[in-house]
């Protein structure tokens, strides 16, 4: 067996080895070389080592990262609103399109007024979702309602598209007694268990090995649905990132990482933030079936989330999706964009590609849309949510008991004794504190 054969001898050898060995793995004899000519010898044999999907190679030759191409990006749309490859087209009806128009504007109306009234000192905190419209409504339209959704903070359109009210963001901005958390979150916290939307917490990327858990859940009680995660390219530089990625893909998870990678994360440009080819490129390092969407195309968002969820579905396995799109505002209230991009490049990017500005074009093309359309929309839209602030920031604010509630079925002793304390305290300094502006205790 030593010996050297040709390669016409060492077929027929093995093909009868082959024959003798079907039932006995454990005997499989490992092809033996062969004489290319008397100077040289090449292996037929592959890596066997664990992890590997390989060839032998016996020429060293490192991947330099920037010579390799790029991952691409699925587009449908173009900047003019024009469909590029009619195959492409989603088909969407009317209606649901000028939703997804309406959704996004009415967004757009919302986060004006309330960016406003954080700068008038009558809320403390908010974030605004300015260019990133397309990632949420395009998302959040390719969804079985009934999935689950991680949010990360900036996923405000997902819940507008599931039904979330104007009241109920504004509640929750102003911590009234009508807000679902009963006002003991801060501002653009949301969570909606009637909408399968997990409330929002603000330490980057918790939510992330949290989705994981709850696809794994999803895949063992076999219901046909879900959990989408969404997170922003810089929580993917978080260690619960790797994690949550790695243990979806080895325990095959139906859930969908949906990345918005909106160039800066909170004041970091992408360039310093990691080298290599986005966060799409990290997704085949995990085994994940991984795409890369144009984030201003709210088709091809729509189309790419259908597609992965399918792949969840079907296959009980994890996807990634990274969104490529451009914050247009600032990260947040506490947060200047100055200090580390140009008012010329946010400028062009507000002029030249935004999703409601692509969107509108297509609709104008289909002849959905025109400007007598707009102008009355954005008068309604504008009224509908000035109403809803007004009413939200003349409720009372919850009862301060509620401090001290939900957390057990029964009031613990330690617990109740706080309790008393406070209100004995605020009885006694009441003229110290706004105590209509709250509701009465008991």
Known sequence: MNRLLSRKAFKAFFKLHEACCLTSTQYFLKPPRVLVNKAQYISEDRPEFPGSKSEFVHKLKFLWPEKMEGIPVYRVMNRKGEIVDPSEDPGLSKETVIKMYKDMTMLNTMDRILYESQRQGRI???????????THIGSAAALNPKDLIFGQYREAGVLMWRGFTLDQFMNQCYGSSEDLGKGRQMPVHYGSKDLHFVTISSPLATQMPQASGAAYGFKRAQNGLCVVCYFGEGAASEGDAHAALN??????????????NNGYAISTPTRDQY?????????????????????NDIFAVYK??????????????PVLIEAMTY?????????????????????????EDTPIARLRLYMINKGWWNDDAEKEWKRDSKKKVMEAFANAEGRKKPNPEMMFTDVYKEIPKHIQKQMDQMKQHVHAYKDHYPLDSYQKMG
């Open 327 to 351: 914050r247009i505002g600032h990260h947040s209230t506490s947060d200047d964009s100055s200090a580390y991009r140009s008012v010329d490049e946010v400028s062009h990017w507000n002029k």
């Open 124 to 134: 403390s905190f908010y974030m605004t979702n300015f260019g990133e419209e397309g």
């Open 275 to 295: 080298r290599g080819d986005g966060i799409a490129s990290r997704g085949f390092g995990y085994g994940m079936v991984t795409a890369r969407v144009d984030g």
């Open 304 to 317: 790419v989330t259908k597609a992965a969820r399918e792949i969840c579905i079907q296959e009980n396995r």
């Open 247 to 260: 243990f979806a893909a080895t325990l095959e998870c139906p859930v969908i990482f949906f990345c918005r």
